[in-house]
């Protein structure tokens, strides 16, 4: 490939550059040859794209497997998210209640006295003990807002600690302007905090890029306690949004990711993840997307009136019954049934869908009437709802130990309908329908072992063996996805807990002699 640049090897000009990921450039073939050793662990798989509609964003180089690592990428800073219960800044763990300590100079929770000492809290510590008032020091175990300005100090001291990112997050898009137009109130306080509390000198305009890049840019993770961090990536911010995602992302505990391709794409495709849960409806997605992000989707699910045949955000007519009210391409448009014209507006379809979730939540409080709330929901929404998946997901909480013949015919039925709506929302290998597949192959051991039980016999007779080899299928596709779960990640424990359940069945197939899939 041509273009200009400087040596990966020598640093002298270069006017080649590897075909592999078409970023580090070469004087020639011999340097590119013995810079390889160094190169490959770098040599991701995408090129940057520009096109006036979407902005830069990343296209895959060559073709990409299912499940082919994209990229690997540790943050450049990494912090509580805007909203957060107590967090400690020295380690990040969730602070309880009882182990609530304050750093003895700035005044911000920790999880005990030696975390003041932290590095990770040393630069940020001086900054904030300028705010002598405490205006922005959480004030107890509370869920607070004020753990926003954190991750914006951090990026602001980037500056000294690390030029090189500096100039990549100085680069990154932030609608500052925009931001600034709309008075959006996070970004006000921020401004307000950070040029007329601390004393470090930041000007206004510096301060709101940093807070508009970490709305746009920053990327959602998890602590080793499960606790809610986000972290900022100099090459995974490049990559664009899709409410069909072709490229998943899984992190460790320290905020490294592992972005890898959910499914096959080919060379030139752009590659793109979901900024927001998939299991959002419609009117979160684009209200989401166009508040904090600034777009509106058009991806081939927000096109699609029927959401790729799933009707996941429509309601039955109320009109007719005889079809959903489906929106319009680009919104701000009613919604309409096509058997019968009716029309509703979208925030009358969002409202009673939302109303209908909240209910849901509140009142499927034992067994039974979760069952009932399911039946209601499948009565006005289509059964790929997400309505109608709300309260599914509260009857299988509420069944998850119950064994009897019914109740496990229910969660059979509920499970394979959810794999079945995911796989249409999300297609290929997802942590969610790896983890979907765990639990409905774990309904598959309990009913034999129940059949077992209550035939009092030890070993599992030949009709059983059915339900050991749906569940060994079932186990197989799981941990296969689960595989590609990064090797600090804690959810790695799901794919400990399939291999075990797996080990567990082919005993049982043992035991009856029964040949199993799989093996
Ligand atoms: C994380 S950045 C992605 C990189 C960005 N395109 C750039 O040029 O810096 C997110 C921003 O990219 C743009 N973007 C991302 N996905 C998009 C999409 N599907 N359609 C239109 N714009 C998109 C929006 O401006 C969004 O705020």
Request: aromatic residues 8%; hydrophobic residues 35%; proline residues 6%.
């Amino acid at each position: 490939m041509e273009g200009g640049g400087r040596c990966g090897q020598c640093g002298g000009e270069a006017s080649l550059r590897c075909g592999g990921c078409s970023v580090v450039h070469y004087c020639s073939k011999n340097h590119q040859r013995q810079h390889w050793p160094i190169h490959k662990a770098q040599c991701w798989p995408f090129t940057l794209a520009t096109d006036p509609g979407t902005g830069r964003h990343l296209v895959a180089s060559r073709n990409l497997q299912e499940g082919q690592l994209v990229v690997r990428e540790a943050p450049v800073v990494l912090g509580p998210t805007a909203d957060s219960f107590p967090i400690c800044l020295g380690c990040h763990c969730p602070i309880t209640e009882e182990g609530f300590s304050r750093c003895p100079r700035c005044s911000w929770p920790l999880c005990s006295l030696d975390c003041a000492a932290a590095p990770l809290h040393q630069a940020e510590c001086a900054v904030l003990a300028t705010d002598t008032k405490g205006v922005a020091v959480p004030p107890g175990y509370v869920k607070t807002p004020r753990y926003d300005v954190i991750l914006v100090l951090r990026c602001l001291l980037l500056q000294e600690t690390n030029p090189a990112a500096w100039e990549k997050v100085r680069a990154m898009e932030s609608h500052a302007e925009r931001r600034r137009q709309e008075n959006e109130p996070h970004t006000e306080i921020a401004v307000a905090y950070f040029t007329k509390v601390l004393d470090a000198g930041w000007d206004e305009e510096t301060v709101r890029h940093v807070h508009g890049a970490i709305i746009t840019n920053a990327i959602n993770t998890y602590g080793a306690r499960r606790e809610a961090l986000r972290g900022l990536y100099t090459t995974l911010y490049l990559m664009n949004h899709s409410c069909c995602p072709n490229v998943t992302i899984r992190s460790e505990p320290d905020g490294t990711v592992y972005a890898r391709a959910a499914v096959p794409i080919k060379k030139g495709q752009p590659l793109l993840f979901s900024y927001l849960p998939p299991s959002d409806p419609l009117w979160r997605r684009q209200g989401d997307l166009t508040s904090l992000y600034y777009f509106r989707c058009n991806c081939e699910r927000c096109i699609d009136h029927t959401e790729l045949g799933t009707y996941f955000s429509s309601p039955l007519c109320p009109q007719c019954s005889g079809g959903f009210l489906e929106p319009y391409e680009g919104g701000g448009r009613p919604w309409s049934c096509p058997e019968c014209g009716e029309e509703q507006p979208e925030e009358e379809v969002a409202r009673q869908a939302e109303e209908y979730v909240k209910r849901i939540q509140e009142e499927s409080t034992d067994m039974e009437a979760a069952l009932q709330m399911l039946t209601d929901a499948a009565n006005t929404f289509h059964t790929n709802h997400f309505v109608w998946l709300t309260a599914a997901q509260m009857v299988l909480h509420h069944l998850q130990d119950s064994t009897t013949p019914h109740t496990l015919s229910v969660r059979r039925d509920l499970w394979q309908r959810i794999i079945g709506l995911y796989q249409r929302l999300e297609p290929g290998a997802t942590r969610r329908k790896g983890v979907s597949l765990f639990n409905a192959a774990l309904v598959e051991k309990e009913a034999v072992e129940v059949q077992m039980a209550a035939s009092e016999k030890k070993v599992p007779s030949k009709g059983l063996e059915e339900g050991l080899n749906r569940a060994v299928t079932m186990l197989d596709a799981s941990i296969k996805i689960l595989e590609l779960e990064p090797p600090a990640s804690t959810e790695l424990r799901w794919l400990e807990a399939a291999r075990k359940v797996r080990e567990h069945m082919f005993d049982l197939i043992a035991t009856t002699g029964g040949v199993a899939v799989g093996q």
